[in-house]
């Protein structure tokens, strides 16, 4: 997760298809994963806009 954050410092809200985290103050808050799921590389879901 820090990788990701680093190599994509706009991206405000990202998922890996288990949780889906929102980045405030450079900190990720993440949801509590699903039941069942098959995590996924991360994956922007949300870039700041410009």
């Known amino acids: ?3 990701f954050m680093q190599t994509n410092p706009d ?13 405030a103050d450079g900190k990720a808050e993440c949801s509590t994963p699903q039941i069942a799921c098959v995590k996924q590389a991360y994956q922007c879901t949300a870039p ?3």
């Not at 405000?12 to 949780?19: A, L, P």
């Open 11 to 23: 991206c405000k809200e990202f998922t890996d298809q288990c949780s889906i985290c929102t980045v």
């Open 1 to 3: 997760m820090k990788e």
């Open 48 to 50: 700041a806009s410009k």
